[in-house]
């Protein structure tokens, strides 16, 4: 079945970096557009930024262009969300997800989520 496992998130100071990573199994990852969202307690998952399959197009939030990439490696079935020059404000659980669609409508896959705090 579809697995999407993420990893990297942590507790960084203001103005540092993380990398996460969101490694997927159970599909071709190849041929699936990739997304990272975020969440805050209470509040609706924000997307943060999106890839096409072949990497060609990719897309921002307003609040992190410039500071934040998203790549993936298809050989290796991973999506990666590098964040830089971070800020308390990116303080959320940050999900991986993808999605396709069957005769019986749109299935959505999410990670399980990894928590990024940013403070002093």
């Known amino acids: 079945q579809v697995q999407l496992v993420e990893s990297g998130g942590g507790l960084v100071q203001p103005g540092g970096s993380l990398r996460l990573s969101c490694v997927a199994s159970?599909?071709?990852?190849?041929?699936?557009?990739m997304y990272w969202y975020h969440q805050a307690p209470g509040k609706e998952r924000e997307l943060v930024a999106s890839?096409?399959?072949?990497?060609?197009?990719?897309n921002y939030a307003n609040s992190v262009k410039g500071r934040f990439t998203i790549s993936r490696d298809n050989a290796k079935n991973t999506v990666y969300l590098q964040m830089n020059s971070l800020k308390p404000e990116d303080t959320y659980v940050y999900y991986c997800?993808?999605?396709?669609?069957?005769?019986?409508?749109?299935?959505?896959?999410w990670g399980q989520g990894t928590q990024v705090t940013v403070s002093s």
């Open positions: 890839i096409t399959s072949d990497s060609g197009s990719t």
């Open positions: 997800y993808t999605f396709d669609r069957s005769r019986y409508g749109r299935n959505d896959y």
């Open positions: 159970g599909f071709t990852f190849s041929s699936y557009p």
